[in-house]
């Protein structure tokens, strides 16, 4: 089972080798050091051969994938993109010198393509090492000046992974505080747990030291601790010493040294070896399962993306125009299932297309709508629109053309939400569409296509705005066309107002009349019968364009005048809500004016006057204590002379403007609220007839007329593929030949 193990990651290591970053995160021992570490060393002695090539300044400049592969055979080498075995291992290196000066130049330049080397035998380890370039920090020769930085983001690249597990070799001999190894792999593994101490040069440190606090995890703690051993010195490199005598000599010295021998530390390269694998074996085991995983859902995306990506681009006129078709069609069908909520995009980052479109409808234009009222005019405003209404005329009631001047401008508020209403659901369209375009996968390949179809989108989209904003604007407009005061709604405000303002004008003591009493010449009927008829006699009314001598009754809150002439000709004067007013005659009589609203309403009103005219000189104050007793306190009989006027108006507000002016803002604001109302479910149905859904229904055949299909130039032009869609087919096409490579890999385990 292990050595299956250990074939299976070997062999998927070279499927993916192709290709410049793995894509899936593979169980790997990458070995980190610096140039002086004796990191090279270290590998010849695991492998058991020389094979790494030597000399001054950066020798390894890409990285080396090292397969070992215990099996019975005579040992041998061979390169994953080579054919033939090579037995004689001074050649690897000449191998390894000639592919890195392809890859990476002459010029001791370093490239991030793996370079992957076998080995098969008897005597080799079932392991798998990565080679890094050495950490260095000084370009050499003609190495570019940033060539530290380029190495680094290298090793980086390996050791970060989280399946990685880091080879940290570092010289013994050198505090280990300045341990170029550990400092990188304590940059992507802060508390040590998948890095692995190696310790070189232990036989070089000086007479009296030993690495126990270094072994111990004093100084730098590590989970999997650290190992040392004893590379061969220059003189045994350059002296050819076999490797064999190499190994026995490393263990003399453990064995002889008076820290070493007795410690139960693990020591040496053949205990390095074995650790190493256990190491690796145990990560496989428990990663292969999840790598696994990965493999087939990576496999499934890159069958989609090549569904997308097509095995070519359209040649022929036929093909691009059925290229142009299908990219029309799926455009719109896409973005009719955003429209309808079928929209696969994740949407818990907030609201997007018809949710948000409802939002506005639901929400922000009521809130925006509802925050206008008749506060808008001031009461200086509605006490002047009221009283130019009037003009010379008494202003007792509320005038019509008042009211509608004043309405039309709190009206006209509503123009400013709507515009922004229809400009939020405009905008969201947009920002749909674009986002529909985006999720287009066939669409993506073709960019001018594409861009032609998010052109010919906003042209609509502006039509429709333009066509909508222009209907909302209209809807508007039509409230203020016709001011309707008939509105069942309005009028029972209206009456309620009218009635509950004019009860509580009122003063507490005063009751309207409860029973019927006839008044003869402005006197009760408890006084003379002599003086009520010869009252009777010279008491008149202004009725039918004459005056007529008339008899008086006061039944509850109405003054009826019957003339004598004519009983059945009774004429009916409502005196709540009136104005009484008295004038002095020329021959020394009174006339009293009652004008009254009549019954076509209070803001649509018409004003009507009754005339009463005495010329037995009696006071004008009784008569008016007659019609509304105790209600207007102290009249004066007389206003300065002949001629003169006195007035007592009895309204809602008793008298003043400011009161005035208050109920016709309190009518105003109720009508507005009517218009907002009838706005607020007016708008939005608009917006979806003439924008929402003219937008959709219309979005398919415009694209089809806007681009013109017979133009064989034309549509060639709209799917010619770009240089980075070529590129990016040939590097899923890789992906996808690699990952299923990766399958039968795993279907052998």
Same mark, same amino acid.
């Given at each position: ?36 570490? $004796? ?482 010449? $402005? ?64 021959? $020394? ?161």
């Amino acid at each position: 089972m292990l050595d299956d193990l250990h074939a299976v990651m070997n062999k998927l290591h070279e499927a993916f080798a192709p290709l410049k970053i793995p894509p899936i995160d593979l169980p790997q021992i990458a070995v980190v050091g610096s140039q002086s570490s $004796g990191k090279s060393s270290v590998l010849e002695s695991i492998v058991g051969y020389d094979f790494l090539p030597r000399g001054s300044g950066i020798c390894t400049r890409r990285p080396l994938i090292i397969q070992l592969t215990c099996c019975d055979v005579q040992d041998y080498a061979e390169f994953s993109h080579l054919e033939g075995r090579i037995t004689d291992f001074e050649k690897v290196r000449e191998v390894i010198d000639k592919e890195t000066d392809k890859v990476a130049g002459k010029q001791k330049g370093v490239s991030e393509v793996p370079l992957i080397l076998k080995f098969f035998g008897r005597n080799f380890p079932n392991l798998s090492l990565v080679d890094l370039p050495g950490l260095t920090m000084v370009p050499v020769a003609d190495q570019p000046a940033n060539i530290g930085q380029l190495i680094r983001e290298m090793v980086m690249g390996f050791i970060s992974r989280p399946n990685c597990i880091i080879l940290a070799v570092s010289a013994a001999n050198q505090d280990i505080a300045n341990s170029d190894a550990l400092h990188t792999a304590r940059m992507v593994d802060p508390d040590g747990l998948r890095t692995l101490g190696v310790l070189t040069k232990v036989d070089l440190m000086d007479e009296g030291t030993d690495a126990r606090d270094i072994l111990m995890g004093k100084m730098y703690p590590l989970r999997l601790g650290y190992i040392p051993v004893v590379n061969r010195s220059q003189k045994d490199i350059n002296d050819k010493k076999p490797m064999q005598e190499s190994l026995k000599a490393e263990q003399l010295f453990f064995e002889n040294h008076p820290v070493y021998r007795n410690s139960k530390f693990e020591k040496g390269i053949p205990m390095l070896s074995k650790r190493l694998s256990s190491v690796l074996e145990a990560h496989i085991r428990t990663q292969l399962p999840e790598i696994s995983k990965k493999i087939k859902s990576m496999l499934r995306e890159t069958q989609e993306d090549l569904v997308r990506y097509g095995v070519r681009g359209p040649s022929t006129p036929f093909e691009c125009r059925s290229t142009v078709m299908k990219a029309i069609q799926e455009f719109c069908e896409k973005f009719r299932e955003a429209m309808n909520g079928e929209s696969r995009r994740n949407t818990y980052k907030g609201l997007f297309g018809p949710a948000r479109i409802r939002e506005i409808f639901r929400n922000e234009f009521p809130q925006e709508v509802a925050s206008l009222d008749a506060s808008y005019l001031s009461d200086k405003e509605i006490q002047m629109a009221r009283r130019n209404a009037v003009g010379l005329h008494a202003d007792l009631f509320v005038p019509n053309s008042a009211f509608e001047t004043l309405i039309k401008r709190l009206i006209d508020m509503l123009h400013d939400p709507t515009s922004t209403c229809v400009q939020k659901v405009s905008d969201e369209i947009d920002t749909l569409f674009h986002q529909t375009i985006s999720d287009c996968k066939f669409l993506s390949r073709f960019a001018e296509l594409k861009q032609t179809i998010s052109l010919e989108c906003r042209s609509l989209l502006n039509v429709k705005t333009t066509a909508a904003a222009e209907f909302a604007r209209n809807l508007v407009e039509m409230e203020k066309s016709y001011v309707n005061t008939e509105h069942p709604n309005f009028i029972n405000y209206r009456d309620t107002v009218y009635k509950q303002t004019h009860m509580n004008a009122l003063p507490a003591q005063t009751q309207p009349p409860s029973q019927t009493t006839t008044y003869h010449s $402005g006197r009760t009927e408890k006084e003379n019968v002599s003086q009520q008829q010869s009252a009777a006699e010279h008491c008149s009314a202004y009725i039918g364009r004459e005056w007529q001598d008339v008899e008086l009754k006061l039944d509850g809150q109405e003054l009826r005048l019957i003339p004598k002439s004519n009983p059945h000709g009774t004429q009916t004067v409502p005196l709540l809500g009136s104005n009484i007013s008295v004038r002095e005659l020329w021959d $020394g009589g009174q006339q009293i004016s009652i004008r009254y609203q009549s019954s076509k309403g209070w803001v649509l009103h018409s004003t009507d006057e009754m005339q009463l005219k005495i010329s037995d000189g009696q006071s004008a104050s009784r008569w008016v204590m007659m019609f509304k007793p105790d209600w207007l306190g102290c009249l004066p009989e007389s206003s300065g002379g002949r001629g003169g006027r006195a007035s007592a108006k009895i309204s809602p507000s008793g008298g003043s403007d400011v009161s005035e002016s208050g109920i016709l803002r309190q009518l105003l604001q109720q009508y507005f609220e009517l218009v907002k109302r009838s706005t607020t479910d007016s708008i939005p149905k608009a917006l979806m007839l003439k924008l929402v859904q003219s937008f959709e229904t219309n979005l398919y055949p415009h694209l089809m007329q806007a681009i013109d299909l017979d133009n064989d130039e034309v549509v060639a032009d709209l799917t010619k593929e770009s240089l980075e869609i070529v590129r990016r087919r040939q590097e899923v096409d890789r992906l996808e030949g690699a990952l299923r490579k990766a399958i039968l890999v795993l279907r052998e385990l």
